[in-house]
T-cell receptor
Framework: EPEVTQTPSHQVTQMGQEVILRCVPI?????FYWYRQILGQKVEFLVS????????KSEIFDDQFSVERPDGSNFTLKIRSTKLEDSAMYFC????????????FGSGTQLSVL | GQQLNQSPQSMFIQEGEDVSMNCTSS?????WLWYKQDPGEGPVLLIA?????ELTSNGRLTAQFGITRKDSFLNISASIPSDVGIYFC????????????FGKGTKLSVKP
């Protein structure tokens, strides 16, 4: 069964450093998303991406965040200068689009900012 | 902003018992989704609901989309130990493709 793949599974970084989280969405999907989940809390929407541009973003997705689809298969989330409060599980998701969208999530990258 | 109120927060049940959890909102959603999350994993889609009043089953799971489009419930019948996990409801509004609003989750524990 096709699945969304995320790497790395864990990332530890120092405050102020840049991190790039990587995702390989399901191959025939057109819509890509990043969500995050702070420990013990609900999953929160960060950004959606379609046709090589951001289609929607939340208040969390400020200037420190950026997304890119550098080639036909990868979808990345970059945090330019990490803060302690960026520590969370980051989930990539993809969907085929259409009126009845179903999102399929990856297993996540656990980001720890020290 | 839009919020989903999910209850109960946690449940401790005996294997074989039926379980019910629900989500309500003051907002109308076009789609309701129920996900299960195992520790250290991403949410896995269980059931998707698209029409008001729709009742859908997936094995031992049954979910319904409320007539008002502001609520949904998920039932699990004859629970088994592997049902343990956190169950999230998620709503999607028409104008936000894929922008899911998640509930805070119901943590289910099943005693063998």
């Amino acid at each position: 069964e096709p699945e969304v793949t995320q790497t790395p599974s864990h990332q530890v970084t120092q405050m102020g450093q840049e991190v790039i989280l990587r995702c390989v969405p399901i191959s025939n999907h057109l819509y890509f998303y990043w969500y995050r989940q702070i420990l013990g809390q609900k999953v929160e929407f960060l950004v959606s991406f379609y046709n090589n541009e951001i289609s929607e973003k939340s208040e969390i997705f400020d200037d420190q965040f950026s997304v890119e689809r550098p080639d036909g298969s990868n979808f990345t989330l970059k945090i330019r200068s990490t803060k302690l409060e960026d520590s969370a599980m980051y989930f990539c998701a993809s969907g085929g689009g259409g009126l009845h969208e179903k999102l399929f999530f990856g297993s996540g990258t656990q980001l720890s900012v020290l | 902003g839009q919020q989903l109120n999910q209850s109960p927060q946690s449940m401790f049940i005996q294997e074989g018992e039926d379980v019910s959890m629900n989500c309500t909102s003051s907002s109308i959603f076009n789609t309701w989704l129920w996900y299960k999350q195992d520790p250290g994993e991403g949410p896995v889609l269980l059931i998707a609901l698209y029409k008001a009043g729709e009742l859908t089953s997936n094995g031992r799971l049954t979910a319904q989309f409320g007539i008002t489009r502001k609520d949904s419930f998920l039932n699990i019948s004859a629970s088994i130990p592997s049902d343990v996990g956190i169950y999230f409801c998620a709503g999607q509004t028409g104008g936000s493709q894929g922008n899911l609003i998640f509930g805070k989750g119901t943590k289910l524990s099943v005693k063998p």
